[in-house]
Nanobody, 112 residues
């Protein structure tokens, strides 16, 4: 009985910013991650946070994306800055490694 609800997506011009939110029932004692899937491509993780709060990022988003977690409210955030057209994708949150169930995702479109 897992809850995964992403929100905050939208249409942004290159160089713009967005903040995604994820409300989840997954325990704060599990590592979490943001994933994305671009059209015609496989889903990949882009940012993850370990149980101790440490974070890791794919090189493609490092320095532009910031993952944070509100342990009290159990909400996961992804701050995305300096967005590029190649960031266009459906963004999902899930455990790391992910559970079999996925939410609806948040669509991020970066275009001029």
């Amino acid at each position: 009985q897992v809850q995964l609800v992403e929100s905050g997506g939208g249409l942004v011009q290159p160089g713009g910013s967005l903040r995604l939110s994820c409300t989840t029932s997954i325990s704060i004692f599990y590592a979490m991650a943001w994933y994305r899937q671009a059209p015609g491509k496989e889903r990949e993780w882009v940012a993850r946070i370990a149980r101790d709060g440490s974070t890791n990022y794919k090189d493609s988003v490092k320095g532009r994306f910031t993952l944070s977690r509100d342990n009290a409210k159990n909400i996961l955030y992804l701050q995305m800055n300096s967005l590029k057209p190649e960031d266009t994708a459906l963004y999902y949150c899930n455990g790391y490694p992910p559970l079999d169930a996925w939410g609806q995702g948040a669509l991020v479109t970066v275009s001029s």
